[in-house]
Nanobody, 112 residues
Framework: QVQLVESGGGLVQAGGSLRLSCAASTSIFSINAMGWYRQAPGKQRELVAAITSTGRTNYADSVKGRFTISRDNAKKTVYLQMNSLKPEDTAVYYC??????WGQGTQVTVSS
């Protein structure tokens, strides 16, 4: 079973940028849908962005135009480039594969 490890979270000021990485333990070439979710304190986990094996992407309205999801099958890695960060983007960000496999999460904190 594939395992996912996120990295790249941290503390950043509003307006700043971060790039999250999700490294898979096995090939992701055949994994159709991979995505990034986030969960803020007291809130439900929500989809941030998803990407299919053909490169089709989908974004939450709240991040459109600011975040970009991409995948590098050769490196078995999915990325989330986050620009123009806002305090409301503060959350634990999770990588997901197959809709059911989750990484351990990485904390993103945006200060105002």
């Amino acid at each position: 079973q594939v395992q996912l490890v996120e990295s790249g979270g941290g503390l950043v000021q509003a307006g700043g940028s971060l790039r999250l990485s999700c490294a898979a333990s096995t090939s992701i070439f055949s994994i159709n849908a991979m995505g990034w979710y986030r969960q803020a304190p007291g809130k439900q986990r929500e989809l941030v962005a998803a990407i299919t094996s053909t490169g089709r992407t989908n974004y939450a309205d709240s991040v459109k135009g600011r975040f970009t999801i991409s995948r590098d099958n050769a490196k078995k890695t999915v990325y989330l480039q986050m620009n123009s960060l806002k305090p409301e983007d503060t959350a634990v960000y999770y990588c997901n594969a197959f809709g059911s496999i989750w990484g351990q999460g990485t904390q993103v904190t945006v200060s105002s």
